[in-house]
DNA sequence: GGATTACGTCAGTATCGTTGACATATCAAC
DNA sequence: GTTGATATGTCAACGATACTGACGTAATCC
C-alpha cells in the first residue's frame, strides 16, 4: 500500500468514527427528551428516572447494587431516593437474610410512573428498529456491547447473545 | 393468534427495547469515560469537550450554530467557551461578510486537545467496530439515526447512507 | 432612523454530581 | 459477647452544568 493509499483509508475511518460519535451525542440528547418533559412537569429530572428504571427491572435490589449501577455515591443516591419513597413510588423493605440491607421496590404508582417514561421511549424505539430492519438491530446491539466496560458487558453479554438468537433453533 | 402468543410477543418486544435502553446507558456511560478522564486533570468536563469536538468539526462555526447543535443556552456556553479561549484552546475572529459574528476555531493547541481525546474515544470505537463486524456497524448506524429526531437526521443522514456504501460500486 | 439580529454578561436558581466526616444497625468471627 | 467489618443514612460544603430573565453593544436590514 502506497501512502495516498493508507491516508486515504484512515481519513475513511476517522469519518466513520466521528459519524459514530455524532451518531451516540445526537442519539442519546434526542432519546432521553421524551423522559424528560415528563419528569419536568413532576419537579424530577434524569436522576429519579433512572432510579425508577433500575429498581422497575430489579425488584428488592439492594442500595449498593444500585449504586454500583449508576455508579453514584450514596449521597447523591439519597437526594433522589428520599423524594422518590416520600413521593410513594418507592418503598424499602429490610433484607430478610441481611437486616441491614434495605431492598427496594417500585410501587404501583412507581410502576405506573416508570411505564408511563417507558412508553415515551419504547415508541421511538420501536419506530427505530422497524424502520432499520432486524439484521440491523441485532448488528446495533453488538456493536453497542462491544462500547461497554467489562462490568456492564457481564451484566448484559447473556442478553444480547440471547437477543441475537430470538427462536429456538435459529442460527447464532 | 391467540392471546398467549401476543403475550409472548410482547414480552421478547419488551424485553428487547429494554436491552437497549440498557445498551444506550451503559454504553454511553462507558464510552465518555476515557475522556473524562483526561478532561479532568485539566480542570475541564464533558462540556468543554462537546465544544472542543464541533469547533473542530467545523471549523469558523458561529455562536448560533454551535448553540443549535449543543441545545444550550448562550449563559451555559459562555462559561464554557471563555476558559477555552482563555486558555489558548479556541480563537474567535469576526465574520467578513457579517462582522456581528463570532467565528470559532481551534488553535493548534486546541486541536491537539481535541485529538487526545479523540484518540482515547477512537480506540474503543474500532475496537467495537473490528469485532462486531462490518454490517454490524451499518446496522448499528441504520438503528441510531432512527432515534435522531429530524434536525440531528437532516444533520447526518447523508453521511450515514454514504457510510453504508464506502467503495464506489458497492451495492447499498 | 428604527427594528432586528448576533453576541456578551450579570444575577439568581436548580439538578446532579463530588468529598469528607460521622452515626446506627447488623453481621460475622474469634 | 466484644470486636471489626459491612450496609445504610445523613450533615455540610463544594463544583459542574444547565436554566431564566434582564440588559447592553455592535452591526445589519429595511
Redesign the pocket.
Known sequence: MDGRGTAGLLYLREEEIRLAMELLFYGYRDFTAGPDAILAEL??????HRVLYFVGRHPGI???ELLGIL??????L?????PLIAGGYVV?SRGRS?????LLSLTPAGEALERRLFESQRALLARAFRDAGGPAVEGFRKVMLGLLGPEARARLGLRVAAAGAPVAGKVA
Chains 1, 2 share one sequence.
Open positions: 419537579d424530577m429530572g434524569r436522576a429519579h439492594t442500595v449498593s455508579r453514584i455515591t450514596k449521597q447523591s439519597g437526594r433522589v431516593l428520599q424499602q441481611d437486616r441491614r440491607q434495605r
